[in-house]
């Protein structure tokens, strides 16, 4: 359970303690208020003692997280914080972690997003839960936390931060909405009443938005180094309706409408990038993966006489020598590649390729350059970044997952062999 403690987190607290719930305590110091942080932070760690809870703490050097990666320090707390969360979630095998999130702060973040622009999904405000998140008071408000703290006499902390109306969030609790309760009593539960109306019009758009990624999405080929495939033509329908194409590629960071549009219509290789995912054109496509797939093209391993395993980021390859005989049969799964030991130059490298890189394919004449290779092959950019090259010295004797080199095959004055797998 995060605890801060200020009314909302120490009525949490108090409910759950009460309901004889298992629990521990989770406290971040953030260091933005002086001496008014580490009081905070020995105020809960006095309540978790008081409680016999365990307590987890963390100290952050917020500001300095903020100007390292251009954030606010809204935007850096919170992802400091719920990056922690997630941590300590996992290292202790909790079931959930909990946070004291009410109606107001809801009613807060949907003035904020629709200040920015945003969908459906924004003006819900805070969503309930996630997989391992929860959040139990959201349905009530401040008002009612704060009567139920004062009937059963619990002690909490005030933020004097979250007068300040220089930040966003404030300016909205403590201008706008006292304005629209005094316009409106009952304004609390008619936000209620249009949150229920939103959640029902978002699982109307869910269920439609499923049959259009059915219909947009390349199911056929469920290979990694090829990414997420979209279909262009299918793609060129929904082009002029902007709301289907922000459903699309939302979730995944993009917001430049027209650049989508455009990447459409644009030749093979052109590219478009989000904060954490890349479209790239490739012919009737578009391929979509995640920023950290763009391996470093310098990246390589050494691969010994007696090594047995070697691990990539798509696979395992598994290495196994023996003598050869007649009898032996020639595995001809592309996952699967058999080469002369006698041959090879140990260690073998596995790289990535470079420009100027050729080999010689089995079952062709004569040498080929990768990139033509490649380009005879229709190899998108996303997949040529992904191949990874098995190396004897210089030459190329594997395209792994791919092609044998002709000149390192398996022949009938071959003693031993050395056969590697490729392993998912």
């Known amino acids: ?14 409910l759950f303690d009460k309901l004889n719930f298992r629990f521990a305590l989770a406290h971040c110091n953030f260091n933005l208020r002086g001496e008014m942080s580490d009081q905070d932070e020995a105020f809960v760690q006095k309540e978790a003692l008081k409680r016999k809870k365990e307590i987890y703490t963390v100290s952050f050097d917020t500001k300095d997280f903020a100007q390292q990666h251009k954030v606010s320090i809204q935007m850096a707390a919170r992802e400091l914080r719920y990056n922690w969360f997630q941590e300590i979630v996992a290292k202790n095998e909790f079931d959930y972690l909990l946070t004291a999130h009410h109606a107001d702060d809801s009613l807060e973040t949907f003035f904020i997003n629709l200040s920015r622009g945003t969908g459906v999904d924004g003006l819900i405000g805070i969503p309930a839960n996630t997989s391992w998140l929860i959040r139990p008071l959201l349905p009530f408000a401040k008002n009612e936390i704060e009567t139920y703290a004062n009937e059963n006499a619990l002690a909490w902390r005030e933020d004097h931060s979250n007068e300040d ?11 706008l909405i006292p304005i ?3 316009f409106n009593p009952t304004f609390m539960d008619s936000f209620s009443s249009t949150i229920e109306n939103l959640l029902g019009s978002r699982k109307i758009i869910n269920d439609k938005m499923d049959e259009v990624r059915k219909e947009v999405i390349e199911t056929s080929s469920n290979n990694h180094d090829e990414g997420i495939k979209f279909k262009v033509k299918q793609l060129l329908n929904y082009s002029d309706n902007t709301a289907y194409l922000y459903q699309i590629f939302h979730p995944y960071g993009f917001r430049q409408w027209k650049d989508i549009r455009s990447l459409l219509k644009a030749q093979s290789g052109k590219q478009l990038y989000s904060k954490t995912h890349r479209l790239i054109k490739h012919g009737n496509y578009l391929l ?34 023996r003598d050869f005989d007649c009898h032996y049969k020639i595995n001809k799964d592309i996952r699967t590649a058999q080469f002369d030991k006698d041959l090879l130059r140990f260690p073998l ?19 080929k350059k990768l990139s033509d290779f490649f380009k005879d092959e229709k190899y998108s950019l996303l997949q040529k970044e992904n191949i990874w090259l098995l190396c004897s010295g210089e030459n190329i004797i594997w395209l ?9 095959k398996v022949t009938d004055k071959t003693k031993f062999i050395l056969n590697a797998s490729l392993e998912t």
Not at 400 to 408: A, H, M, P, S
């Open 349 to 367: 490298i596995v790289r990535k390729w470079r420009k100027g890189d050729y080999f010689c394919p089995i079952g062709m004449k004569g040498k």
């Open 400 to 408: 792994i997952g791919k092609r044998v080199d002709n000149r390192y």
């Open 180 to 182: 629209l309760k005094e």
């Open 1 to 14: 359970m995060a605890i801060s403690g200020g009314v909302d987190s120490m009525v949490l607290c108090d």
């Open 165 to 175: 109306t220089k930040y966003l969030r404030n300016k909205i609790r403590k201008e």
């Open 288 to 321: 979509l993966s995640t920023r950290s797939e763009k391996i470093d093209q310098s990246e390589s391993f050494e691969i010994y006489e007696d090594q047995k395993l070697l691990n990539l980021d798509k696979g395992v390859i598994k290495l196994e020598s």
